[in-house]
């Protein structure tokens, strides 16, 4: 047997690294894209429209990866687009990760008339269709990163509530929890102190995977050019620019595409792999 | 009659899920900024005609009243107009329901093979790297949303190898003969197979990139059971008898391990109707979640309001059939 878990244990750690490795290295080339971007990501020029990337017939010097067909840098605009992705992800998913966690745990461990409250809204909310919910709100909000990031907020903390909910129902029937009880702790500090801490790993691993849903919910906003700004370089938006131009310019579309791909993969990996490690079997 | 009781209970708590939906709803759209009435008209209209036409769609009155009458019209089957086409909105979103339902029922079939074949394989090849190959690909599989699959399609099928439509429901030239918006099924009924072929290779990709994540959950979820099952008593006792591993699993294993994969499907159906929306719009696909993107951009609120109450309507009956076939399917429900 022990055979095996090594082996798994080691797939596991061969998971975490190469998709936290992608992440770090992503956040790093969002932080440096001013000096990394070889030119401006929003400088037009139309005499070099749709130039093909560095390795293809008829590339120009300075444009790895090409130009879409206003002439603006694939690649510069790829770095700044990282920018907008990695913020919603991070402040995203964490507003989701604080306010449907804590509901979640209401509504678990208090249970009585907070739970069918809680348990009643997040029926509801899972009949909505969630891309079609994002695109209305953003509507009524209008474009622009706050509304993105309430968006995503407004639809997603039913993920947490649904998990963590069940989680602090099952540990709050456990004798740990009466013994706390009965030493006379009250309700919220022994919420707060005894499931919390035994309900964070499955947190922990909601929230990674969360990043990547934030990640794909900011680049469909903008596909649908409900994002931020139009000018404003993000990976979406580049993707529903290469969607029309596919014939013509492929480059337009694939390296967006790629670069939201891995982004989008990595956290769903590391959301897998940390489940993983946080197994008490494999422990 | 217990289950009965369950029955009601669960009639009850679905049409209280549907008035939330219609509440919130209702209530969000009718915050949004810019003004939708002055949108329709032409540059150059006067105060009047605004007024006149803001009268006409009700947005004069206080918005719970505005509730009210719009309650009123939904019981009498009433859906209001469409500001943009000026259409019931009934009519509108009942013409895209059949192309959307198409695209989702083809999709479901694809996953259900997809994943039957990928569970029955891995299953048959357990413990081998073959298994292991097909874990990693439904790890990936599941990993990626279906707008990004939808993508990766475009690129291989559309224009790499170019052997599908990438965009539209059917070649915009083909003279159709349909008397419903059922095409795909029309085409089969009247043995207009030349349509039909058409109508497949512009449907097949949408339908794939919306099959592939549930095709690894289903792949995952029954190569599970499969494998429990596997392990029973009884499956040993057929393998003793000399059946071979094929007959074991198929006709021993599957019917005892599809149950909980069954029950997942029905939820999953939901989360893939769902991602119809964005779908659509990537494969410029003629349904309703097209329609419902088009609707948002251009602010009009009674055929939003309408789209998504379906959308929500068609949710919770899946749901509830889900429960239904599940409480039918187990022998430990059947009687209370």
């Known amino acids: 047997m022990a055979d095996g878990r090594s082996q798994i244990r080691r797939r596991v750690g061969l998971k975490l690294w190469l998709s936290g490795g992608w992440i770090a290295f992503l956040v790093m080339a969002a932080l440096c894209a001013p000096w990394l971007a070889p030119h401006d990501p929003l400088a037009q020029d139309l005499f070099l429209g749709r130039l093909p990337p560095a390795w293809v017939q008829g590339a120009e010097p300075g444009f790895y990866l090409g130009t879409d067909s206003l002439g603006r840098d694939v690649l510069s605009r790829i770095l700044y687009g990282a920018r907008l992705a990695l913020i919603v992800a991070l402040v995203a998913g964490s507003l989701t990760c604080l306010i449907g966690a804590t509901l979640g745990l209401m509504a678990g461990f208090l249970r009585g008339w907070v739970d069918v409250v809680i348990s009643r809204a997040i029926d509801i909310w899972m009949a909505f269709p969630p891309v079609l919910f994002s695109i209305l709100l953003i509507a009524v909000m209008g474009p622009g990163l706050t509304s993105i990031i309430l968006a995503i907020v407004v639809i997603d903390w039913t993920r947490f509530a649904r998990v963590v909910r069940a989680e602090a129902m099952a540990q709050g029937a456990m004798d740990y929890v009466a013994s706390a009880q009965v030493a006379g702790r009250r309700r919220i500090s022994t919420m707060f102190t005894e499931i919390l801490p035994n309900v964070l790993p499955t947190i922990v691993v909601l929230l990674t995977l969360e990043m990547g849903i934030a990640v794909i919910v900011e680049a469909i906003l903008s596909f649908v050019n409900l994002s931020i700004s139009t000018d404003d370089p993000t990976w979406g938006g580049m993707i529903a620019e290469g969607r029309t131009s596919i014939h013509q310019a492929w480059w337009v579309l694939v390296f967006p595409l790629v670069t939201l791909f891995l982004t989008v993969l990595s956290f769903s990996q590391l959301g897998e792999g940390l489940k993983d490690r946080f197994d008490p079997v494999l422990r | ?336």
Do not use: C
């Open chain 2, 1 to 336: 009659m217990q289950l009965f009781r369950a029955f009601l209970l669960r009639l009850f708590t679905t049409a209280i899920t549907l008035s939330g939906v219609a509440v919130i709803v209702f209530f969000v759209i009718r915050v949004v900024p810019g003004n939708p009435i002055a949108m329709m008209l032409p540059p150059g209209a006067t105060e009047a005609d605004v007024a006149r036409l803001t009268a006409r769609y009700g947005f004069d009155k206080s918005i719970p009243e505005q509730f009210l009458i719009w309650l009123q019209g939904v019981v009498q089957g009433d859906f209001g107009t469409s500001i943009t086409s000026n259409q019931p909105v009934l009519g509108l979103v009942l013409g895209r329901l059949p192309a959307t339902l198409e695209l989702s029922i083809m999709a479901l079939v694809i996953a259900v093979f997809i994943g039957g074949f990928i569970a029955l394989t891995g299953t048959r090849n357990r413990g081998t790297s073959v298994e292991a190959a097909i874990d990693v690909g439904n790890g990936m599989a599941l990993s990626v949303p279906d707008f990004l699959w939808g993508l990766v399609l475009i690129l291989l099928f559309g224009v790499l190898w170019p052997v599908f439509h990438i965009s539209g429901r059917v070649t915009p030239s083909l003279d159709l003969p349909f008397t419903t918006n059922f095409y795909l099924f029309e085409s089969v009924l009247r043995l207009r197979f030349d349509l039909w072929a058409d109508i497949v290779s512009h449907m097949f990709m949408p339908a794939l990139a919306l099959a592939i994540p549930l095709a690894a959950i289903i792949g995952q979820l029954l190569k599970q059971s499969l494998k429990e099952t596997m392990h029973l008593d009884y499956v040993t006792l057929a393998r003793t008898k000399g059946y071979g591993e094929n007959h074991v699993i198929l006709r021993e294993a599957l019917p005892n391990a599809i149950l909980p994969t069954l029950t997942l499907v029905g939820v999953q159906f939901t989360f893939l109707i769902g991602g119809t929306v964005i779908i659509e719009r990537l494969f410029s696909y003629e349904g309703l979640g097209n329609m419902a993107i088009d609707a948002v951009i251009n602010r009009d609120l009674p055929l939003i309001q309408g789209i998504v109450i379906l959308f929500a309507a068609i949710f919770t009956a899946v749901n509830l059939i889900v429960d239904l076939s599940y409480a039918f399917l187990n022998p430990r429900l059947r009687h209370g």
